[in-house]
């Protein structure tokens, strides 16, 4: 129902700094990537994304792959956001009960 925790989202404050030591000085593979965003290859078909939508906080996690409608029902007490159209995909914010956003994708 939830799909699988598959990335870790940055907010970052220097994008050009956060690209080139996650993408020259550790070498990870870009995904794909935009005007301030970045997708990189982490292994075992995990990613991080740089400069993504984190919900606003500084980190996020995401899960891809769920149902979202029986997702965001499982979730109603933890007050998730509407269900969103985001490029290709569909996805829900709700935060864990320490604050932290997680992201909910199709």
């Keep these: ?3 699988t925790l598959s990335a870790t989202l940055i907010k970052c404050q220097d994008f050009e700094a956060m ?3 996650y993408q020259d000085r550790l070498k990870l593979p870009t995904v794909k990537s935009g005007d ?4 990189l290859d982490i292994g075992s078909g995990r990613e991080l994304v ?3 939508d984190t919900g606003g906080d500084a980190i996020a996690i995401a899960f891809t792959g769920a149902e979202l ?3 965001r029902e499982a979730l109603r007490d933890a007050d ?3 269900i969103e159209q985001h490029s290709t995909m569909h996805r829900f914010f709700v935060k864990d009960p320490d604050g932290n956003t997680v992201l909910i994708i199709d």
Excluded: N, Q, S
């Design 1 to 3: 129902m939830f799909g």
């Design 19 to 21: 690209r080139a030591f």
């Design 36 to 39: 301030g965003w970045i997708v």
């Design 50 to 52: 740089l400069g993504g």
């Design 69 to 71: 409608e029986p997702a």
């Design 80 to 82: 998730p956001t509407e």
